[in-house]
């Protein structure tokens, strides 16, 4: 089990003490100083099963300053991993990686059936 996070982020912290809570025994990455590649992100992503608009942070700072809600549509998905990989304050987050799954953001109610 593997939680991507940033660790200021309040959402991640809520999802790293449940994840303490349950005495999951889990390891951390930081996906600002160690960011993910491509090849990192389009398994993520495949293993998710969703799609790789989810996987973008819509409502920070980053997204909003590259003006993406008005490109997201027309990008391919190989700009979108292309960008994803380039800063990780643009991936949605936390991302938690348990064994076939990938989970998306913190949702306590998803994150119970982990």
Do not use: H
């Amino acid at each position: 089990m593997l939680l991507f996070e940033y660790p200021r982020c309040s959402t991640c912290q809520k999802a790293k003490k449940y994840l303490e809570s349950k005495n999951f025994n889990f390891g951390v990455r930081n996906i600002v100083i160690d960011k993910l590649n491509i090849n990192e992100l389009d398994r993520l992503i495949q293993k998710s099963g969703k799609d790789i608009n989810k996987f973008f942070n819509t409502s920070g700072l980053k997204y909003r300053e590259l003006k993406l809600k008005d490109r997201i549509q027309t990008m391919s998905y190989e700009e979108k991993l292309q960008i994803l990989s380039t800063d990780g304050m643009l991936v949605k987050r936390p991302l938690l990686e348990v064994d076939d799954k990938v989970l998306i953001g913190f949702k306590e109610k998803e994150w119970n059936n982990v």
